[in-house]
């Protein structure tokens, strides 16, 4: 069966510009917010340096530093993620490949984040 539509008419909702604008908007919204988280990282990282061991346990116990320290893996890596994304959909042309590193780089992501933030949980609650 032929198809009547015009080019524009079958490309809606196809590719890229399904989701655009969501990705567009979750890649600055995360910029965004790492921009104090990594501030905040980075004083304290400063201010923690030529500590000793139970000095950085206790810092990482502190409930708002273990939240802190959550938000800015979470979202870095989301951030990262979103980033490897675009780079895949621009430069890999086989739908295959570009799909299989899609679904492997937040796989790693998505386990590299638990991974931290079960450490976190682990080292702030004494474990």
Known sequence: MSDLRTPLARARGLGSARDGLHH???????????????????????????????????WIGSPLVMVLLILTIAVGLHHGQLGLQ????????????????????????????????VAILRIGFGG
Do not use: C, N
Not at 101 to 106: E, K, S
């Open 24 to 58: 567009w908007w979750a890649q600055r919204l995360t910029a965004i917010a790492l921009i104090p988280l990594v501030v905040w990282f980075a004083i304290s990282l400063v201010m923690l340096s030529g500590a000793d061991y139970d000095i950085a346990r206790a």
């Open 86 to 117: 675009v780079v895949i959909e621009d430069y890999v042309h086989g739908d295959g490949w570009k799909l299989a590193l899609i679904v492997a780089v937040r796989f790693v992501a998505v386990v590299f984040g638990l991974a931290a933030i």
